[in-house]
């Protein structure tokens, strides 16, 4: 049995409504199917399942708005046998964007926690799972009766907790704690505001990246000259809705060049780096009416730029407009953020965990350049790069932005 | 003149599509439309290909520097339709 919890679509994400079920109680579901509507302050998102099974229960109603991490549904798997033997990571439970859960149980910092905060996504892969169960098996803590009962109540499986602030490691009362639990008046007067809570969610993200990757940043001015050049002719006799931008230029050098710089693609969780092999480019898209939204382009590295082009203009209108996919929103392995034409020249950002780096696009801006000894006018763009020196050099982090300016030379071989 | 009016009223309709919370009433017609709507470069090309379906006016890339402005890009379309 797998719980369904409402899943985060960014760190900015509190709350969710489910608009809409698609399936009910019996209905089998496979692997990509789209089981719910779920309406955020973003506009609507479509909610897929991962696996393959039934549904066996709905745990919230249409019309029902609930935190991220609650329970919605229980999906009975196709192949049960594995999962029976236990635990189905009910640390999902907790709100895993909310700033106290990192304080209420700092204590019992571990590989194991680092890992399930290090996953924004609610729907844990076989992968980690079964990682967990191996886990258990070798290492069970010990834990007072009234913090088994508490835990047991709030849903939180303590058996992923290595070790307890009591004595010999041992948990007490006080280490199963959720912001649920804390004075019920507190939580009534600051967290129900939608924009507060926003911003508290925004908070616990980039402060435990801040708190836990230890960032380094670089910077490269980028002559774009080549590329616009290029994409004048090659727009000239094109409809608008044909023609392609700069940025997707820009995206594609990012995601080619990612491909020969694994350790800048991935994520770092539990204590270690898996890269990724495919390039899920997110794109930080933002919104209207406020916010952000960072919509993953799948596969980046293998778009060819008209391709390219057609997927960050859908995606740009649905997270506008809803319909975004929840995959779309939680597979990114790497983050873009661009400042846009009117922004500034540069930007320097904060990685998402369990991401390794994000770069930063600046406004596209003339200045004065020396080519061949002779000072010309020349279109430039600073691209930034914040990566985790956990896993990288800024050896290979100048080597990566180096390559990206190369491929913007030759902007062709993107076609 | 009549022409021109009608000619704004669809843009600006076709921008409030883009941007439904732009204050077009207060929106100076000589000013830069990007900087005033925050529009990025990803709504000026829908602007563009919205203009172009119902108008049948396709504003290409050389020709930006002369559609910056509501004015502009109105007087624009009305040279061209």
């Known amino acids: 049995m797998k719980t369904l919890t409402m899943p985060s679509f960014g760190a900015d994400m509190a709350m969710g409504t489910i608009v809409k079920w698609n399936v009910k109680q019996g209905d089998l579901v496979s692997k990509g199917d789209i089981i719910a509507s779920i309406e955020t302050m973003k506009g609507l998102i479509d909610m897929e399942v991962f696996d393959d099974g039934s549904i066996s229960t709905l745990l919230v ?5 609930v935190e991220v991490g609650v329970p919605i549904a229980e999906l009975q798997l196709k192949n049960e046998n594995y999962s029976n033997n236990k635990p189905e990571l009910k640390l999902e439970n907790v709100s895993l964007d909310s700033g106290e859960l990192d304080t209420s149980i700092d204590v019992n910092k571990t590989p194991v926690d680092d890992q399930i905060l290090a996953d924004k996504r609610i729907l844990v892969t076989k992968d980690s799972q079964d990682q967990n169960v ?38 007490v009362l006080d280490d199963i704690n959720i912001p649920d639990e804390k004075s019920a008046e507190q939580v009534s007067d600051t967290v129900k505001d939608p924009s507060n809570m926003m911003r508290q969610a925004i908070s616990a993200t980039v402060s435990r990246s801040k708190r836990e990757i230890p960032h380094y940043y670089l910077q490269l001015d980028i002559v774009l000259n080549n590329t616009i050049n290029w994409l004048s002719d090659h727009n000239a006799n094109l409809p608008p809705s044909k023609r392609i931008l700069s940025n997707a230029v820009i995206y594609s050098a990012i995601a080619r060049a990612l491909t020969s710089f694994p350790a800048f693609n991935g994520f770092y969780r539990d204590g270690h780096f898996q890269p ?19 919509a993953a382009i799948h596969d980046a590295q293998r778009l060819g730029l008209i391709e390219l082009m057609e997927k960050i203009t859908d995606q740009v209108s649905r997270a506008r407009k809803g319909g975004l996919r929840m995959s779309e ?14 922004g500034t020249d540069s930007i320097q950002s904060i990685i998402f965990p369990p991401q390794v780096a994000i770069f930063g696009i600046g406004r596209q801006r003339e200045v004065p350049w020396v080519i061949d000894n002779t000072v010309n006018i020349a279109t430039i763009v600073s691209v930034s790069l914040a990566a985790d020196h956990r896993v990288s050099d800024g050896h290979s982090g100048a080597r990566l932005l180096n390559k990206i300016n190369k491929l913007l030379q030759t902007p062709e071989v993107l076609m | 003149m009549n022409n021109n009016q009608s000619i704004k009223d669809l843009v600006c309709m076709l921008i409030l599509d883009i941007a439904p919370e732009a204050d077009l009433h207060n929106l100076d017609p000589n000013e830069d439309l990007r900087e005033e709507l925050d529009l990025d470069s990803m709504d000026f090309i829908n602007l563009l290909d919205s203009i172009a379906t119902k108008t049948g006016v396709n504003v290409p890339e050389s020709d930006y520097s002369k559609v910056n402005s509501l004015a502009l890009l109105t007087n624009y379309l009305a040279t061209q339709s």
């Open chain 1, 61 to 65: 109603s249409e019309g029902d708005e």
């Open chain 1, 134 to 171: 191996n886990r258990q098996n070798t290492q069970q803590p010990k834990i007072s009766p009234a913090a088994r009962s508490r835990a047991e109540r709030l849903g939180i499986d303590w058996r992923l907790l290595s070790k307890g602030s009591g004595p010999d490691g041992a948990i």
């Open chain 1, 276 to 294: 990724s092999e495919s390039v899920h480019l997110g794109n930080a898209i933002n919104l209207r009416q406020g916010g952000l939204m960072v």
């Open chain 1, 329 to 342: 929103m939680q597979d990114a392995t790497v983050t873009l953020s661009n400042m846009g034409d009117r």
